[in-house]
């Protein structure tokens, strides 16, 4: 690692005594020194005057000129996003990393700094041992092209956060619904609408989720301390709403349009805010715009890869869990997305025969406002468009066709797959080494948990956010956010299929077996992971592509170091 120069040192201009030396040799300064009593006495009364004030107004130029310089560089650049190794991961999260691999997963509460405050994988292996070429190919990760994390609030949000981290007299109050991670996008949100609106956040409540009978509060899921911490210069957060606030009857906005900005919401809300000093907000999912300000956009990659840490039970099962697998050597983690919820409202065929189609078809023309996307597109050409998950006999093929070695093991992130062990059977025969949380769990590690789907989905994060390869088969709130948030920490590998392009060759029986694989490398050579631009696409949320607001290009400079007091925004 690179020596780091002290910090101190750039505070200060050196120059050397030569120059001084050089400017008292020319007029009017000669005059000091060339000065004679018996030349013109006028001139030998007023010139060694006018040379003292000419210095004294020169050296007074030159200290405001150095202040002027420095106030603006530091401004200009508010965090120092300096590169200061050569290693390929961020210098943050190297203490995590090694904290990681060496303990037996146990996690441990420690003063929040950005070593330990944001939620890391453990490392990634390198390509070492008996590996083919084509073994090499898919195990190796992409490359990051010097992108690191760089949170540098501006002037303007750094002044504004004095004020709003007070604020006493507003509040807002948000109801999360959904799964697991689509809770997490509206927790997202919620911490930046209360910093657009400038009023306190209550934190979030967790509305039952009907579909996996889960009662699961936020402080049963995530750390509260440190996301009150983390956040404590955006926005104020307290654990509940004072009892000055409470009224017998309260509106719930619930009907927000569709990619809301900071203007509409101020002109919505603000004036009720300062009104009746309480807002409650529900159904944010996707509402607000995901084409926010600079500085709100960092807000956001700050809450969701810094503030919403796993509470503390979770994360230690979840770093175990994941050691077990990580122990062993590379290893990849798959979303399959085949639970019996996904067949309804996908429309799907499930691949498993007449007799569980028929299942799904029932539940669906009794329910069919589930179903999602085009009504009028027929089961095959659904498959075709790229709307269904891929079933485990494609994931099987897929797998194959990208070079990932038999003997893989292969972590299946998800719910229980609709059809059991028969919908797995596909994979497990050309994969044998095919593992879950339940298996991988020891000595009732699970038990309390197997009615709290969002905890089992939250272990699944943190067992696929450490593995090497992430493949997601069918989109989803979990694939979007473990797409970003392994960007973040270094551009781990994620491939993403392109079901539109390569289910055609699936259905081809003339395409050889090598060539199968050529057409599914080809495919997907530009889609592993690497640094992509959000503004590439319109509307792309920046929690699943942090680049360019919340990742800076440091090239060949090495790795990123950020001061604890930047995320204090002070």
């Not at 040799?25 to 020194?33: K, R, V």
């Not at 750390?223 to 955006?234: G, M, N, P, Q, R």
């Not at 719910?415 to 028969?422: A, H, S």
Request: charged residues 20%; positive net charge.
């Amino acid at each position: 690692m690179a020596r780091t120069r002290n910090s101190k040192s750039s505070s200060f201009i050196s120059l050397n005594p030569s120059f001084f030396i050089h400017l008292f040799s020319l007029p009017p300064f000669n005059s000091l020194h060339n000065y004679s009593p018996r030349k013109n006495s006028r001139i030998a009364q007023t010139s060694p005057f006018l040379s003292f004030c000419f210095i004294s107004l020169l050296i007074t130029l030159t200290f405001f000129a150095i202040l002027l310089i420095t106030f603006t560089t530091f401004f200009q650049n508010p965090l120092s996003c300096t590169g200061t190794s050569s290693s390929s991961s961020p210098l943050f999260l190297d203490s995590v990393f090694a904290a990681a691999s060496s303990r037996s997963g146990s996690v441990q509460d420690e003063q929040i700094t950005l070593s330990t405050g944001a939620m890391v994988p453990l490392p990634a292996h390198g390509v070492v041992g008996n590996f083919s070429e084509e073994e090499e190919e898919f195990w190796k990760q992409p490359d990051n092209q010097g992108y690191m994390p760089c949170l540098d609030f501006s002037l303007k949000y750094r002044k504004a956060s004095a004020k709003i981290s007070k604020e006493k007299r507003k509040f807002l109050v948000v109801v999360a619904s959904g799964g697991l991670n689509q809770q997490r996008n509206q927790i997202v949100d919620a911490v930046v609408i209360a910093r657009i609106l400038e009023a306190t956040l209550v934190v979030p409540v967790l509305q039952v989720n009907h579909i996996w009978g889960d009662d699961s509060e936020f402080s049963d899921i995530f750390d509260v301390e440190h996301f009150k911490k983390t956040l404590i210069a955006d926005v104020r957060i307290v654990a509940s709403l004072p009892s000055t606030h409470f009224v017998s009857k309260q509106t719930i906005n619930r009907d927000l349009p569709f990619h809301v900005s900071p203007l509409w919401l101020r002109a919505r809300f603000l004036k009720q805010l300062n009104q009746e000093g309480l807002l409650i907000l529900k159904g944010l999912d996707s509402k607000l715009s995901k084409n926010l300000p600079p500085d709100l956009q960092k807000l956001k990659c700050k809450v969701a890869f810094h503030a919403l840490r796993f509470a503390t039970p979770i994360r230690e099962l979840g770093y175990q869990i994941a050691r077990r697998m990580w122990i062993e050597g590379p290893y990849v983690a798959i979303h399959l997305r085949l639970e019996k919820d996904v067949w309804i409202r996908t429309g799907c065929l499930t691949g498993l025969g007449r007799q569980y189609d028929s299942i799904i078809s029932r539940e669906r023309d009794s329910h069919p406002e589930y179903l999602t996307g085009k009504l009028n597109m027929t089961h095959a050409q659904r498959r075709l468009a790229g709307m269904c998950p891929l079933n485990a006999s494609e994931m099987a093929r897929f797998l194959k066709g990208l070079g990932a070695p038999i003997s893989a093991r292969i972590y299946v992130a998800g719910g229980e797959p609709f059809g059991g062990t028969q919908a797995m059977q596909p994979l497990k025969n050309e994969f044998p080494n095919l593992l879950t949380k339940h298996t991988l769990a020891r000595n009732g590690e699970l038990t309390p948990f197997l009615e709290k789907s969002s905890t089992l989905a939250a272990i699944d994060y943190i067992v696929s956010l450490s593995s090497d390869v992430f493949i997601n088969s069918h989109g989803g709130n979990m694939g979007r956010a473990l797409e970003g948030h392994r960007a973040y920490v270094g551009h781990r590998k994620y491939i993403k299929p392109n079901k539109r392009m390569m289910l055609p060759f699936f259905e081809d029986s003339s395409v050889s077996e090598q060539e199968f694989k050529r057409i599914m490398k080809k495919l997907h050579r530009k889609s592993q992971g690497q640094p992509e631009s959000r503004a590439k696409k319109i509307d792309r949320d920046v929690i699943a592509y942090p680049v360019p607001e919340c990742m800076l290009k440091f090239g060949q400079l090495g790795v990123l170091k950020l001061p604890i007091s930047g995320f204090q925004n002070k």
